[in-house]
């Protein structure tokens, strides 16, 4: 795990002598990705450069420096990840006659890049990675990312200048950045939360989205192609969906999940689990456990905050598991001093709020080992988010209702403040409650005046309107947009799933992981979205998936043969905080000076009434509009930071 960058064409009348000092300061700008090693590569002739900070986790040897050039001399490689197979392809490269120098896998697919091509290389590759291959022959650079972008890779051409990066501050750096806001990226920023691939919040700034191979010729222009298609994956998988018994699927799953997870705790450094106590991080934990001769180490937070604690789950797995477990209980004080630190780890706008309990968490893990495994991906392959059952629901009983008593009851319910039907609600049975009650009643009842599923579930994966908060700034349109998505998958569930698979994941969850972790210099892998266990995902019957109003089923089952079902059984919540009470209390001044009218108004992004509107109701409050407020809060303290 590491930080890579790098570019072709230094600037407009720079001499290339200034090349190194270019790559000194993108690598300095991303050198918490990697503090173990730095590495430059520089052609004059070409005015190319590859940058590489390293974080040593296979091969800790000078043998594992990058850049790193190949026996032939032909190639050079700046690769941040860790590809899990290559030691099977290092064997059929040695039977070949090859000599290696060290034992990195750096090294593995490097030579297998020379020797098998890069598309053969990459369909071989398990893991998760972001690489840049200059072919000094040839004189073209290629970008891959791997299928599921955990790994982050952003790229950008201006005038003759090329540049790429791990992080966009590496970008930055360059004397040939010249950049602005687009600001059809921050209305799509205002709807989710963060900015779908492959915009980013410039304009001629992109993502490589997962499973692409971008190409670039020297003094050419890049192409981008895929060698990997989650849509074709998913589509294929659904409509050829395996056979088998419970039992034999079940057993299917816990075979691949064991393998996925045992190749991911290969490493020559310590490794250890992040565990909350809900059913993916205890599946990860309990298969770790049952493959390791050890003890595994897991790591896990709580809040000292009523409602908002759940270490305690996390410890009773543990205790079953064996494992050594470290808990932290952090204060308000603590997550409220992160706060100010987000727009460096972020640095284009977003805002999904447990963004600070995960760099707390990896911040804590980093004081005892230097790789941990993680949890992520098990909602979005086996159904397992609370708004796949409620769009299915809602949608099952407003098909039923004339539209205009869908507007009186939507009606009805917002009459009654938030904060008053949490309270109401509090007479119902833990299990029949959800944590913030009130919140959901409402967005519930805005649910009510929709005209068709699909948009119930647009709805409840968005934030603001941006016709509303941005009304002179024409949304982009994107694959939830794409109406041919419902003719890939005619069932609900399964288009929800994909769409999550392709958008959220990657833009949310992968990035908010790889951000706070890598603040941190912690390696962050994520076994439940190994590319076979996703394909496997998508060939299980949904009985399978949910069952009885039992989300993720089949997962459940394979957990379940290592930890009583009383141990996990609960109901779902989030990695969340107590954003909305902050926001009134410690959080205001902050906030208020973020939120101020005038400077809203010369920010000139955002409807600065409609904000202040927002604001005062939440502070008197009228309404819990607390992540819509972190919306605007994290958009104006990256413009606070960057802009």
Known sequence: MCGIAG??????????????????????????????????????????????????????????????????????????????????????????????????????????????????????????????????????????????????LYWAKFGNTFMFGSELKA????????????????????????????????????????????????????????????????????????????EELIEQLESLLKDAISRRMIADVPLGAFLSGGVDSSTVVALMQAAKSGTVKSFSIGFDIEGYNEAHHAAAVARHLQTDHTELTVTAREALDVIPRLPDFYDEPFADSSQIPTYLVSAMTRKYVTVALSGDGGDELFAGYNRYQLTQRFWRSLSLMPQPLRKGAAAALTAVRPDRWTQLLSALPRRLRPPQAGDKVHKAASVLRLGSADAVYRRLVSHWEPSEIMPQVAEPRGILDDANVAKDFPGLLARMQFLDLVTYLPDDILTKVDRASMAVALEARVPLIDHRVVEFAWRLPEHVKVRNGTTKWILRQVLYRHVPPELIERPKMGFGIPLGEWLRGPLRDWAETLLGEQRLREGGLLDAGMVRRYWQDHLDGRRNWQYLLWDVLMLEAWRERWA
């Open 7 to 152: 570019f072709i064409g230094a600037a407009p009348n720079m001499a290339g002598g200034d090349l190194g000092a270019i790559a000194e300061a993108m690598a300095a700008s991303i050198a918490y990705r990697g503090p173990d090693d730095q590495g430059i590569w520089t052609d004059g002739e070409t005015e190319t450069a590859l940058v590489h900070r390293r974080l040593s986790i296979i091969d800790l040897s000078a043998a594992g420096h990058q850049p790193m050039i190949s026996a032939s001399e032909r190639y050079v490689i700046s690769y941040n990840g860790e590809v899990y197979s290559f030691q099977p392809i290092a064997a059929e490269l040695a039977a070949r006659g090859h000599n290696f120098r060290g034992h990195s896998d750096t090294e593995v697919i490097l030579e297998s890049f020379a020797v098998n091509g890069i598309e053969a290389t990459l369909k071989r590759m398990i893991g998760m990675f972001a690489i840049a291959l200059w072919d000094r022959r040839d004189r073209t650079l290629t970008l891959m990312r791997d299928r599921l972008g955990i790994k982050p």
């Open 171 to 246: 970008l930055r750096t360059h004397p040939g950045w010249t950049p602005r806001i687009d600001q059809s990226a921050v209305a799509a920023f205002m709807r989710h939360n963060y900015i779908p691939a492959p915009r980013t919040i410039y304009d001629g700034v992109y993502k490589l989205e997962p499973g692409t191979v971008l190409t670039l010729p020297w003094r050419g222009d890049p192409t981008i192609t895929r060698f990997w298609d989650a849509r074709s994956v998913a589509r294929t998988g659904s409509r050829n969906l395996t056979e088998g018994s419970d």
